[in-house]
């Protein structure tokens, strides 16, 4: 079984369609991250969700939303794609245990194009 | 601004011989850092970690060392093999609790048969 899982893999869309990405994790984590791969191949954080409350949230734009329904999914809404947009997406869980060495988990990422 | 460096966009070592990724970090509020592998259309897996206070953390063929007064560490991989190709990331935290980790841009690894 897939522990963190995210659909779809691939998406081609045009520019300035809303999409969305869900991620799933089975693990019983209770934080949920996203991040983003660019180009430059860096990978930064997004947003994580730690019981359905946002508690970080770098310099993204607005157009980009994170909707947890429950612990274990984390999808990622966004509006108005722009051509800049395009990267690969993963999703991440760990357990969150302040003072404690959490390692987080890593979905297999959602290559994103728009065209 | 790169708070985590991987300096070496590339490293091919033989099969066998012992592999060494390096990473620097700047931020001094970095308490644990981790080294992932990832395969081309994969996700990053973690392979080791360490906290700040260790300087050595050991599993099997890999050891990640940590010099603090560098802002330095290192993962040796010994005795390397073919499926040690990847990219490895050296990521960062700062803090405990839900933050996120800060990665560097990656080493690809290659090993030569």
């Known amino acids: 079984d897939t522990a963190v899982s995210q659909t779809p893999k691939y998406l081609v869309t045009q520019m300035g369609n809303d999409k969305s990405i869900k991620c799933e994790q089975n693990?019983?984590?209770?934080?949920m991250y996203w991040y983003k791969q660019d180009s430059k191949k860096f990978l930064k954080i997004m947003f994580s969700?730690?019981?359905?409350?946002?508690?970080i949230n770098e310099t993204v734009p607005n157009r980009f939303s994170p909707k947890s329904p429950d612990k274990a999914h984390l999808n990622l809404h966004i509006n108005s794609l722009e051509l800049g947009d395009s990267a690969v997406y993963f999703c991440?869980?760990?357990?969150?245990?302040?003072?404690?060495?959490?390692?987080?988990?890593f979905g297999p990422g959602t290559r994103l194009l728009v065209l | 601004d790169q708070q985590v460096k991987q300096n070496s966009p590339s490293l091919s070592v033989q099969e066998g011989r012992i592999s060494i990724l390096n990473c620097d970090y700047t931020?001094?509020?970095?308490?644990?850092f981790l080294w992932y592998k990832k395969y081309p259309a994969e996700g990053p897996t973690f392979l080791i970690s360490?906290?700040?206070?260790?300087d050595k953390n050991e599993d099997g063929r890999f050891t990640v060392f940590l010099n603090k007064s560098a802002k330095h560490l290192s993962l040796h991989i010994v005795p390397s093999q073919p499926g040690d190709s990847a990219v490895y990331f050296c990521?960062?935290?700062?803090?405990?609790?839900?933050?996120?980790?800060?990665f560097g841009k990656g080493t690809h690894l290659i090993i030569q048969p």
């Open positions: 931020n001094s509020m970095f308490d644990y």
């Open positions: 969700y730690n019981n359905k409350e946002l508690i």
């Open positions: 990521a960062a935290r700062a803090g405990g609790g839900a933050d996120g980790l800060t």
């Open positions: 991440a869980s760990s357990q969150e245990n302040r003072g404690s060495e959490e390692t987080q988990y």
């Open positions: 693990l019983g984590h209770d934080t």
């Open positions: 360490i906290s700040s206070i260790k």
